[in-house]
């Protein structure tokens, strides 16, 4: 080769093969803007971080929103609920006043042999309603014999076991009446228990000698 020939380089040209884009945009998706702000020194985290503390924010107050509708809701479904039981007991009361009016005339043996009746019966309305007039008689049995309350747990209150052996038997059927009160229908009153709750009453008036 001679020196003094000038050297020339061959470049080549390689092929360059296209690559396909994927249709990100169809779903809405500009990925470009990603890949731009990565590579070329772009703020891409700081929108990023700029879109989380706005999605955040707006999470957040959508959070406090939804949690004072479940408060309002609460409120109202407690104190509705208040309403119905106070409005359930003071019908229960109204109830029982007007049995105890309409039956005061008749003599003792013919109330409780209603009671017996109801007790009976194959209807779990006639078992409440059975428990409710034999605690009536009771309270008026108490009334009567000079113990001192305004209701009938307070004159049992003042009632010792050494004066009354059948206390607890009074203690235990007025407790059952009150759950009749309290939950109304909601309280679910068995045959087997309606007949453990009269025979309680029983006992106490056989002691008071009421028969």
């Not at 360059?16 to 470009?32: N, W």
């Not at 003042?158 to 009074?170: F, R, V």
Request: hydrophobic letters at 40%.
């Amino acid at each position: 080769m001679d020196p003094t020939e000038p050297i020339t380089f061959v470049t080549s040209t390689s092929a360059t093969t296209a690559v396909p884009s994927v249709p990100l945009s169809s779903f809405g998706i500009d990925i470009s803007v990603l890949f731009t702000g990565l590579f070329s020194g772009g703020s891409v985290p700081n929108g990023l971080v700029s879109f989380l503390g706005s999605f955040w924010s707006f999470y957040t107050v959508l959070a406090y929103i939804v949690c004072i509708i479940f408060l309002i809701l609460y409120v109202y479904a407690a104190v509705q609920k208040n309403l119905y039981y106070d409005l359930r007991t003071e019908r229960l009361r109204a109830q029982e006043k007007l049995y105890d009016e309409q039956i005061r005339g008749n003599g003792t043996n013919s109330r409780l042999a209603d009671i017996f009746t109801h007790s009976e019966s194959d209807n779990p309305n006639d078992w409440k309603l059975a428990i409710i007039e034999a605690d009536i008689i009771l309270d008026s049995v108490l009334k009567n014999r000079g113990y001192a309350g305004d209701s009938l747990g307070e004159r049992l209150r003042s009632i010792s076991p050494s004066q009354l052996g059948s206390l607890n038997d009074a203690w235990e059927a007025h407790k059952v009446r009150n759950r009749i009160a309290h939950d109304g229908a909601d309280y679910v009153l068995t045959k087997r228990m309606t007949e453990e709750t009269i025979a309680r009453y029983r006992r106490v008036f056989a002691e008071f000698g009421v028969t």
